[in-house]
């Protein structure tokens, strides 16, 4: 019999209405003859509401008990879930991340999962039950309870479709799918029907939110089909695959706006090896997340240097900087706080030209000036000035036809 | 190293401010040389909480589910209890249940402990840490969650304190040890110093509400020193011991008041072997919990049999001994629902004469009137109207000198 693995957010499972409808969904999959496992997340505001808790009698919760305390919030979920299930006449039953011994190393509130036991999954899925795990939790070698960090529930949900060789891991959440770009932004951006998983994580790590990173690696790796959908209609959403064939004939699959960013430029930097590596590694150890880093020589001797943070990084990463400013040769600082960077993504660039082409016009034409860019395989990126960034990304969108399902855009030229 | 054990119930740990309270009385006993474990309940209201979530997606939740819902209060509670010490700079570690495999049987909602590993505590109280263990709850061999029932805090309290051969177990709640009677009513009441086991348990199943009788039973058996005191205040509370001989000069050690109850009459039941057996195995049946009964021959061939229940279970007893009447050849029903039921307790009662006159000449003089009496061994119970409940258990109450400390009543004779 074909598994099917289900996995509902925080927001789908937040009040008895949403679980009975959620769980209407595990009994729907039920009668297409699926055997159903249900991943839930804590309830609405449940893990921010034990956090602030927790800040109110520790300012430093350590994270061992961080994650005793967390990981209730996911049990609660399941149990209720199943208790809804039973109600509506379907037998229904309940485990946490250590019930079905799902092992992870110890690093609390970050631990990464090593192994699942699926012999009690295997067994209340043959009795004919609907078999729920708590979301986002594990236990390590010493029966601890451990956390996978944020976006848990969905590297749960993976992994266990994983291990139990799942024919797809549905993934439930507010959104129906995964868009060209915000839809917010951009009003007529399209979902897609199909996205690599290169793609996704490129878009993850570009702030598309809908999941989270680790999830998606985890997906590549063990060839998990994962279908993005929405909790509140029936329709089909996203499905994240491998690379097939078709994807190639599509140059750009989504474009990404990240606002809220930084750009510090450190102006005269002694140009000698290990210079690069002293600075980047002074700001790892103030805990700054560097984005994207352009370095350019002036002369033999001098190099400027340019890194993107989030604002909420700024601060530190100024304070780190000026710390070792003079020990690389440094001149000056400049800080621009009012950026933001504009992305386009897909797996057509790897056998396309003409991409970054079409991209700048797009912004020339619009009247745009592109501060700087920034390329991988299949992604390029143009920081902007944050007040143009809403018009920059339309006009890349219009370029691109994200606007337009995949199969309706122009052929691309190869 | 000696080992103190104690437990906070739910209104001492309800908020970050009475944590820490609570965590500076286990840094008190550390100071004092103590290895110290904490138990601790759901914090406030929690419980109910979680319990009419359940409701409200199952109005009949299935007990697996529903323990493996509540017993997340009490993770929640030790969790926070343990980041509170660590803040104030002590070592702490919590554990579910699970965690110290708190082995009991698969009742779900009401499980039994059959034992307890005891390994882990151990090894981090020498290496100096606080140990905290969630109340109420244990897994079965299965690894399925159970509970404890009503007080099942108290009792992990207890078998803790057994197991682990601690010199005491204190129970810190909201009242400062046990009185001589409900001061609420009986404003003299005074504070007993020490309580014998037996007397204790009767004074429980009567309702005096500070601890639940099981874990007075389990005490008893194992000989733990229980030491019911305030979470609020630094005095000492009330030592429940095993009976020493001083106890002997006391002939009551305590009264109680029971309100809310009913007695029904069966009138003229026939008189033969099985009748009574038949009549109470069908109440067990509709789950109505009996307190006493009372039966008298009123010719060779017919009886009356009246028992007592608390108010709330008299409509489920109405109905099944209508149910049974015609069986037993009962010819009519008496309900009154306006009594109270006021017991003196004492295990001087064994070896002294005149405790029940004391008792009844009490009454008599207040002018209340007795409406039936039972006894066992250490205790004497009168049902009396309900309207006339307090003036009665103040008359006794006067009568026993409850007003009084247990060594400057008036010696009672042998």
């Known amino acids: 019999m074909a598994i099917i693995v289900q996995k509902f957010g925080g927001t789908s499972v937040a009040d008895a209405q949403k679980i009975r ?35 109110e009698v520790n300012p430093n919760p350590p994270k061992r008990e961080m994650d005793q305390l967390l990981s209730t919030g996911e049990q609660q979920s399941v149990s209720l879930f199943a208790m809804a299930l039973q109600a509506m006449g379907y037998d229904a039953i309940s485990f946490t991340g250590g019930q079905i011994r799902m092992l992870t190393d110890s690093v609390h509130t970050k631990a990464r999962i090593k192994s699942v036991d699926t012999t009690r999954i295997k067994k209340h899925l043959d009795e004919g039950k609907i078999v729920l795990v708590a ?19 969905d590297t749960t949900a993976v992994a266990l479709a994983a291990v139990l060789k799942a024919q797809e891991c549905e993934i439930y959440t507010d959104v129906d799918g995964v868009y060209t770009t915000d839809p917010r932004i951009f009003k007529k951006a399209v979902k897609l029907k199909q996205i690599s998983y290169d793609e996704m994580l490129e878009m993850a790590s570009l702030g598309a939110g809908v999941m989270h990173s680790r999830s998606i690696e985890f997906g590549k790796k063990f060839n998990v089909k994962i279908h993005v959908r929405s909790s509140l209609e029936e329709k089909e959403g996203t499905m994240i695959i491998h690379e097939v064939p078709e994807m190639e004939g599509v140059v750009v699959s989504g474009a990404t706006i ?38 350019t020589e002036v002369s033999d001797k001098k190099a400027n240097l340019s890194f993107t943070v989030g604002t909420n990084d700024l601060a530190p990463a100024k304070e780190a900087i000026t710390e070792i400013k003079d020990e690389v040769g440094c001149d000056k600082i400049l800080v621009h706080d009012d950026i933001a960077e504009i992305s386009v993504v897909g797996v057509g660039m790897r056998t396309h030209y003409g991409v970054a082409d079409k991209m700048f016009n797009a912004l020339a ?3 745009i000036n592109i501060d700087s860019i920034t390329t991988s395989e299949i992604r390029i990126s143009c920081i902007v000035k944050q007040e143009q960034a809403e018009k920059a990304l339309e006009a890349v969108c219009l370029a691109f036809e994200l606007d337009k399902a995949a199969e309706k855009r122009t052929k691309a030229k190869k």
């Open 258 to 295: 990240q606002k809220d960013m930084a750009k510090l430029t450190l102006i005269g930097v002694d140009n000698k090896p290990g210079n690069a590596a002293r600075i980047f590694a002074h700001l790892a150890k103030a805990k700054v997340v560097v984005n994207d880093i352009i370095q």
């Open 21 to 55: 409808r959620a769980a209407q969904r595990a009994i729907n999959a039920v009668k297409k003859g699926f055997q159903v496992v249900i991943v839930a997340s804590a309830r609405g505001q449940q893990t921010d509401e034990l956090i602030a808790d927790a800040l």
């Open 365 to 367: 034409k619009a009247k």
């Open 135 to 153: 979301g986002f939790q594990g236990i390590d070698e010493n029966d601890d309870i451990t956390t996978l960090g944020r976006g848990g529930s």
